[in-house]
């Protein structure tokens, strides 16, 4: 039988970093076993529904490569892949459970179910409407009168089934209520839509959360009344914030537009959400997306909750940036440099390779680059420093020094490297002072992105010696 797995997200707004790792996840598995990943667009609940919220499912998974066999935009033998345009189907199915007992027709008004508390407090359904005959369904539907269509769940016994994470899994049906399979409006809930569409497009393995482990008993009640096959069960941890909370998309966690957004690249967020809750057999961390495909399996999913860790992540997005070529990182950075204070100020591609084993997001290079655009009249306090040894005397002292010897050399970043050190050889100083004291004096900065003679092919020889000069008066 050939595997067939299915993303199914609600278009409610952005692609979330639990959903995308679900696609992700379902995509790998089908991939490995040589199977198909379907898209199916779960819209029942239209008043979630948020304008361009397909388009961004599109989108992110194309970005991401988790490119779909079947689903709403390319087609495939089992469409519509919207719930919305299978309508008219659920309800057939609807009646047809109701006919086979495993559903019944209710019609309690909204203030008899606000009085239903059961031991605890909580509001329970109890079943009343089961009782009712067919020829009094039959009356009030043709009356008009509104109703819903209910799962009837068993009263005693349990559920037990197979997950191919959790093992044997089994809940009691007394923990369960009734609930609502086709709402009044002749929509399906998800409950029973997704049951229904993963069925009908032959849906081998569903992939999601462990929030719906307690829910699959339900699910399978459904396939058993039927007399469908019940799929395999693969149900992935949750992904954490900390040991406390979990990430909530309705809690404005981030997205996968959020990342990119903050400066990382599509191939770390792809390998980072992969490991949160799964891991390939070695320690290897840095994982392209062709090795996620040979890596990937269900032996390697997880049952313990995986903590999202940000710094981590920034950790293998500075990995990413140092494997790369420079001519790659630049692809990158140049668009950053271009928005940048020092846009067209300086040699970009230098910068860029400046920056490259330097920042660990994109959005860090113009954090750095952007104090550069700017000079003026700097705190001369900068040239003190207990470290490096220097105060505004020693820098009064030193930079005239500096200024002779860099006046005729040729300006590069060895020879002028060259000539710092021959200086600090000629004083007898420590190479801190002289590197220092040359720094703070061209740039007017104490932190800079590089080092002194790096700065200093950045503003070139004329704009260095004028500094230079500058700064010298400004200590007489």
Not at 206 to 227: A, I, Q
Not at 304 to 315: L, Q
């Amino acid at each position: 039988m050939k595997v067939r797995t299915r993303f199914a997200p609600s278009p409610t707004g952005f692609l979330h970093i639990g959903g995308l790792r679900t696609a992700l996840y379902a995509y790998l598995y089908a991939k490995g076993k040589g199977g198909d990943f379907i898209l199916r667009l779960e819209d029942t609940d239209q008043t979630r529904y948020v304008d361009g919220a397909v388009e961004l499912i599109y989108s992110t998974l194309r970005e991401t490569g988790l490119n779909w066999d079947e689903g709403p935009d390319v087609g495939g033998k089992f469409g519509p892949y919207i719930q919305s345009e299978r309508k008219s189907l659920y309800m057939d199915y609807a009646v047809e459970l109701v006919e086979k007992g495993g559903a019944y027709y209710c019609f309690c008004t909204k203030d008899r179910l606000e009085t239903l508390l059961d031991e605890n407090g909580q509001r329970k359904y109890d079943k009343h409407c089961l009782s009712l005959s067919k020829e009094e369904v039959a009356k009030r539907i043709a009356s008009g009168e509104q109703y819903v269509i209910r799962q009837n769940i068993p009263k005693t016994g349990e559920c037990a089934y197979t997950d191919l994470v959790f093992g044997e899994v089994s809940f009691d049906f007394k923990d369960m209520e009734d609930n609502i399979l086709m709402k009044s409006d002749g929509m399906p809930t998800y409950n029973f839509a997704n049951v229904v569409d993963d069925h009908l497009m032959e849906i081998t393995h569903v992939m999601r959360g462990t929030e719906y482990l307690s829910s699959t008993p339900k699910y399978n009640l459904m396939y058993d009344n039927f007399g469908w096959e019940r799929p395999q069960y693969i149900h992935m941890p949750p992904i954490m914030k900390n040991s406390k909370e979990k990430l909530s998309k309705r809690h404005g966690d981030a997205s996968y537009a959020d990342f990119i957004n903050s400066g990382y690249i599509k191939e770390t967020v792809i390998n980072y959400i992969a490991l949160l809750g799964w891991s390939p057999k070695s320690d290897q961390e840095k994982l392209t997306f062709e090795e996620l495909k040979n890596l990937f399996s269900v032996e390697g999913i997880s049952k313990h909750p995986a903590i999202f860790d940000e710094k981590k992540m920034k950790w293998l997005n500075g990995e990413y940036f140092k494997a790369m070529t420079e001519q790659e990182f630049f692809t990158h950075a140049k668009p950053i440099i271009e928005k940048s204070a020092v846009a067209g100020m300086f040699d970009d591609e230098y910068l860029s390779k400046l920056m490259k084993t330097r920042v660990e997001l994109l959005t860090q290079i113009a954090e750095k680059l952007d104090p550069l655009a700017e000079y003026g009249d700097w705190d001369l306090e900068i040239l003190t420093h207990k470290k490096m040894k220097t105060d505004t005397e020693i820098a009064k002292a030193i930079l005239p020094e500096i200024l002779n010897v860099m006046k005729d050399i040729e300006w590069t970043e060895e020879k002028v490297h060259d000539t710092l050190l021959a200086l600090v050889e000629k004083l007898e100083l420590k190479n801190s002072q002289v590197l220092w004291c040359f720094r703070i004096a061209i740039t007017g900065l104490a932190n800079t992105p590089g080092g002194a003679t790096e700065m200093a092919k950045i503003f070139g020889k004329d704009t260095c010696i004028s500094r230079i000069e500058k700064t010298i008066a400004r200590l007489a």
